[in-house]
């Protein structure tokens, strides 16, 4: 009787540990999932970014579930989920690092970023007596100015980009339990 029921118990363990679980796929956790599903092409070969990338710098992606849960959006383990990109309007880093080196002191790289008044007090001051062309070149490596319709630079490969964070009157001044700096 016992070795009956010790089968028994065997027997139900695997029938369960086989059955695929229906779940809702946006719930799973970190490690449940594989994002972007890696058998899709995800990346468009112009920009080096998410295909479907919005200005709201988030793209939808296939993602697929690990073994065994299947979802109930779609009713197998494959189901889409908002990644971060970085938006790209046509602006390349390589040609407007050029434009900036060759052509600075005439504001063309100004020009062709979007911003024609900066462009045109370079034109007229000669790049500002080529400091500010210099101080443009930094810049421009470094990404801190970047297209004037608030778009990423198109980099010719997928990688490491550099991410602005900015403070304002909003996000200085941060209390918690532990410390709280007052005026």
Known sequence: MLRG???????????????PVTVDC??????????PDPSKSHIDPKT???RGCTKEN????????????????????????EMPCKWTNGYHLDT???????LGMFGV?????GYPGIGLLKFCTLGGMFLGQLIDIVLIAL????????S???????????NIVRSDNTTFRYCNQLYCMQQ
């Open 143 to 150: 990404q801190v100015v970047g297209p004037a319709d608030g």
């Open 58 to 81: 988030r793209a939808r992606v296939w993602c697929i579930a690990a073994n065994e849960i299947n979802c109930t959006e779609t009713g197998n383990s494959t189901f889409t989920r």
């Open 5 to 19: 029921a010790v089968s028994l118990l065997l027997l139900l363990s695997y029938v369960a540990q086989s059955l």
């Open 109 to 113: 790289d100004r020009f062709y970023l």
């Open 152 to 162: 990423a630079y198109v980099i010719p490969y997928y990688g490491a980009g550099i």
């Open 26 to 35: 946006n719930e799973l956790l970190m490690g449940q999932f594989m994002c």
């Open 48 to 50: 080096q970014q998410l």
């Open 96 to 102: 407007t690092l050029l434009l900036s080196v060759f």
